[in-house]
């Protein structure tokens, strides 16, 4: 079934045969306010972010709220000695998707995925992005390391208070 809003994430992730719910709210002005227009604790949003490991070469780190990338330890974890973030205009040609509202779900290359080792901790179930700012599908986090293929590594730390 099909609707005609779906988001390309939204109809990969029904690809995938996970079970999933969409969650579509106003777009939000922070993690904190996406996390609440959606029901759930901060640390169960998760970002999407892509990072450049190479000469046309990114990975998809999925970052729960409340944290951030911890850059030395992402390169020990890809064993490379120089990553960096894409400018949104090379976040889009990688991806598919403009920035904030990245998901390996449909994206344009099927990028290797890292899931920091935090994942989840909040709840069985997170939220991640669906293709479009606003959209985004509740999935149980099992799930989601199985159909992205996930890595879950210790590559991220939390954001610093005030």
Not at 36 to 44: H, P, S
Not at 105 to 134: L, M, Q
Request: proline residues 4%; without cysteine; charged residues 25%.
């Amino acid at each position: 079934m099909s609707d005609a809003a779906d988001t390309r994430g939204i109809v990969a992730a029904r690809e995938a045969g996970i079970a999933f719910e969409v969650m579509r709210t106003q777009r939000a002005r922070s993690a904190e306010e996406s996390a609440g227009l959606q029901g759930i604790v901060l640390g169960q949003l998760l970002r999407t972010i892509v990072v450049r490991s190479g000469a046309d070469d990114y990975v998809f780190v999925l970052v729960p709220g409340g944290r951030r990338i911890d850059w030395a330890k992402l390169r020990a974890h890809l064993r490379i000695r120089r990553i960096s973030l894409p400018d949104k205009d090379e976040a889009f040609e990688a991806t598919g998707y403009e920035r904030g509202a990245i998901t390996p779900f449909g994206s344009s290359h099927a990028w290797p995925v890292i899931a920091d080792e935090t994942v989840g901790v909040a709840g069985d179930r997170v939220a991640i992005g669906g293709g479009a700012h606003g959209v985004n599908l509740h999935i149980a986090t099992a799930d989601l390391i199985e159909a992205t293929n996930a890595t879950v590594a210790d590559v991220t730390e939390p954001e610093p208070e005030g």
